[in-house]
């Protein structure tokens, strides 16, 4: 839980600047993530969490400032060299591919790799032994915990150096929500860094290394996840008075 | 925005259903409305089936049909039903991927057909066709599927990208112009009148008994075998190919096969190449079965086959070549024998009509089609 310290940034937000039309969403937003980090972007309703995800994978390009990966400029870039590089997402709701069997569903995660997959489907199979069992299952008859294994294994599948999260609690159960944040957890360990966007503050903290608030497009806080669990304006704007 | 294996979920024909449980929320109307629905069911049901039982009593009776042309009718059937099936699995594949119909389709086929038949020519001219037609065959096949391929290609470069977030009736309208362009730049280039492919060689158009009871003309039996090999073929391409997966997670899910470094502009493209190959496969397969083109050949069997595609449950390949024949059989069966055993004179004449009912009673009857799934919107997180 203490803040790594690192020569280059896997991923970096210097001064980052967007916009929709003549809306300003993101406002000189800076982020660093060092390898093998969980970091967490919190913040509620349109306060441009997705939009720095979209920014990230060259779904929306800043109009000033740049995303780095590796030391290396990627803003501007499209999704499918960004995707290249090693950045991939686990999207909100899981979006599987339902009609392709789960095997399908995982071997499209490495569809700009033309090397042997077997390594990286053990290593998934490792992690959550259920997705062998069902390997030949249409993903769309899967429950949705294992339709969350399989997200989280589709998004493994490129060998990404950052894996982004979007809202990995978003509708789930709660029993489902503690199982997927363990997923999360799992995979940060086995040395994939994690960039996690959540609204579960409470959640997202407790695995989390550190985070950054997100309010109207400014980050207004950044801080270890320890310290932002004490902070007593984050108490009372994320966290809830029960806690 | 979600669609399954080239299956949208949003059903094309799930608006006819939407329609009937929006007048059943009327109380007036609500019993109404099923009940001339239910009169219809039943009534095709007695309409067919007594002329299918006519039929038969008559053909056991030595009158009316007999079994050769009982056999003649069923071949003819399965060899045109199969040129459908060609046909279809373009509007089926655009279908899937980009959630309209393209109706320019037809066009794309009648424009295969028609550059190949300026090259049968030429072959025929120099002898070719007659001293090695299995060439001249493979020659113009490949032209046909080049011309339908590029043709394809440019109406989705030049009439479609531009409108790909444009709602779907936009694409849809759009489509029924490019076909009337396409028409009558075909009628401006090469002119109005009929052409005739030159008559295949004498071995194929006498019959060959396949198993040794049933006779089949040759030319029937490589249109059987042509369009399997090339079902087979697109089978593989798409199941078992990585352009093939691609195409399908573009079909259900463009935004994530995008995050899955996916070209999806690239995917779209190969979709409509695809669909054209076959469409220009399909035009030989025509100039085997009938020979003749025109500039306004593409617009009935292009509205067939789409026919058929909705038949096989739209968006689904394997329905699309079942529906394709099923649609034939129909026409060439159901006219004769249904239509026949009615006692309806000149029943011959009258395909149209049961290809377009076999339309309407799918509706009524299945509106998913023989293959389709019923998923409606929501069922996706």
């Avoid at chain 1, 809202?167 to 040395?191: T, W, Y």
């Avoid at chain 2, 001249?136 to 011309?147: D, H, K, N, Q, R």
């Amino acid at each position: 839980m203490t803040d790594t310290v690192s020569t280059t940034p896997v991923l970096e937000f210097r001064n980052v600047n967007t916009h929709y039309g003549p809306v300003q969403i993101l406002n000189g937003v800076n982020i660093t993530i060092a390898e093998g980090e969980m970091v967490c972007l919190l913040g509620g309703n349109a306060s441009g969490k997705t939009t720095t995800l979209k920014t990230i994978l060259g779904m929306v390009t800043p109009t000033s400032g740049e995303v780095l990966l590796d030391g290396e400029v990627i803003s501007g870039m499209s999704t499918t060299h960004i995707v290249e590089r090693g950045v991939s997402m686990v999207p909100e709701n899981r979006r599987l591919f339902a009609r392709m069997t789960v095997l399908e569903n995982l071997e499209i995660g490495a569809y700009l790799r033309s090397d042997d997959l077997t390594e990286d489907l053990e290593r998934i199979f490792e992690l959550f032994p259920r997705v062998k069992e069902r390997l030949a299952q249409k993903a769309g008859t899967l429950s949705g915990g294992e339709q969350q294994m399989v997200a989280v294994g589709r998004a493994m599948m490129s060998r990404p150096k950052v894996l982004l999260m979007d809202e990995p609690s978003m509708g789930l159960a709660p029993v489902l929500v503690a199982q997927n944040f363990d997923i999360i957890e799992r995979i940060n360990k086995a040395g994939t860094t994690v960039f996690m966007v959540e609204q579960n503050a409470n959640m997202a903290l407790s695995i989390a290394d550190r985070g950054y608030v997100l309010q109207t497009g400014e980050i207004v806080l950044a801080d270890t996840a320890e310290n932002l669990l004490a902070n007593p304006q984050m108490r009372a704007a994320y966290l809830g008075h029960t806690e | 925005m979600a669609a399954p294996l080239l299956i949208r979920r949003e059903d094309e024909t799930s608006v006819v259903s939407k329609t009937v449980s929006k007048s059943r929320a009327g109380k007036f109307r609500d019993g109404w409305v099923d009940g001339f629905l239910w009169f219809i069911r039943i009534a095709a049901i007695l309409v067919v089936g007594f002329g299918i039982f006519r039929s038969v009593v008559m053909t056991l009776n030595g009158e009316g049909t007999s079994i050769d042309a009982w056999e003649n009718l069923i071949v003819s059937g399965v060899a045109q039903g199969a040129m459908y099936g060609m046909l279809a699995l373009g509007y089926s594949m655009v279908y899937g991927v980009l959630g309209f119909i393209n109706f320019a389709h037809g066009e794309v086929f009648m424009g295969g057909a028609m550059v190949s038949f300026f090259v049968a020519q030429a072959l025929f001219d120099n002898g070719v066709w007659e001293s090695n037609f299995a060439l001249s065959l493979f020659i113009i096949l490949i032209v046909a599927v080049l011309t339908s391929t590029l043709i394809a290609v440019i109406v989705e470069r030049v009439a479609y990208r531009p409108l790909r977030d444009a709602p779907r009736i936009i694409p849809l309208i759009t489509s029924i112009g490019i076909s009337f362009f396409l028409q009558y730049t075909f009628a401006g280039l090469f002119g109005e009148g009929v052409k005739t492919y030159p008559t295949p060689p004498d071995y194929l158009r006498n019959k060959v008994n396949v198993l040794g009871f049933l006779p089949i003309e040759g030319t029937k039996i490589l249109v059987m075998v042509v369009a399997l090999i090339s079902m087979i073929g697109l089978y593989f391409y798409v199941q078992k190919t990585r352009a093939g997966r691609a195409m399908r997670a573009v079909a259900e899910d463009k935004e994530i096969a995008a995050l899955m470094g996916i070209n999806v502009d690239r995917t779209i493209v190969s979709t409509f190449a695809v669909g054209g190959a076959m469409a220009g496969v399909a035009g030989i397969l025509w100039a085997l079965l009938f020979r003749s083109i025109s500039f306004i050949t593409g617009f009935l069997p292009g509205i067939k086959a789409f026919t058929a595609a909705v038949l096989g449950g739209i968006g689904n390949l394997a329905g699309a070549m079942v529906g394709g024949i099923v649609l034939g059989l129909f026409e060439n069966v159901g006219t004769i024998v249904v239509l026949g055993g009615l006692g309806i004179p000149g029943a011959g004449t009258l395909k149209d009509v049961i290809s377009f009912s076999a339309l309407v009673l799918v509706l009524v009857f299945r509106p998913r089609g023989l293959f389709g799934e019923r998923l409606s919107h929501e069922d996706r997180p």
